[in-house]
């Protein structure tokens, strides 16, 4: 349970951390370079910032799994939805927030990856087309970003009550 706990916490640290540094501090300042900004979020993204994002949030959700077995009685209806009422809402959103990292972040980063590739390979500055693909995709992350912060704050509130 300690190594569960060890790793739970410092996986959702990072996890939590480096959401919060993207939207407070990163973003704004990607967005203030402009194409200059582009082009550091793709270098992060093509990197290794996703596979670490996505890690730290299995990471945190399999040990919270773990633990959330034995804290719920082995899934007990009674104690999840009782006693625990707050620890499980707090893991749902836990997992809501891996999901949107996995399914709306993590694609939307790829794709704006790509297209930077395209726009790096034709030589020039972005289409009409291309840099309303990219307008999207960012407001895509920044939304997700957004909802997946509210989420892990969620899910902090339902550990600590």
């Known amino acids: 349970m300690f190594f569960l706990r060890l790793i739970h916490i410092l996986s959702a ?15 704004p300042a990607v967005d203030a370079l402009g ?16 596979r670490t994002m996505s890690a730290a949030g299995l990471l945190t ?46 694609p939307a980063s790829k794709k704006l990856n790509t297209l930077g590739q395209e726009i790096a390979a034709q030589g020039g500055p972005p289409t009409p087309e291309q840099a309303a693909q990219i307008a999207a995709l960012r407001n895509t992350l920044s939304r997700g970003g957004k909802l997946e912060t509210i989420l892990m704050l969620l899910a902090v509130l339902g550990m600590v009550a």
């Open 13 to 27: 640290i990072f996890w939590m951390g480096s959401t919060l540094f993207i939207g407070l501090i990163l973003e």
């Open 35 to 50: 194409p200059e900004g582009g082009k550091l979020m793709q270098k992060l993204a093509g990197g290794a910032l996703n």
């Open 61 to 106: 959700i399999l040990s919270g799994l773990g633990m959330y077995v034995s804290h719920s009685g082995g899934f007990d209806p009674a104690v999840m939805f009782a006693e625990r009422l707050p620890l499980t809402l707090g893991a749902l959103a836990g997992f809501a927030a891996l999901l949107v990292g996995l399914l709306v972040q993590g």
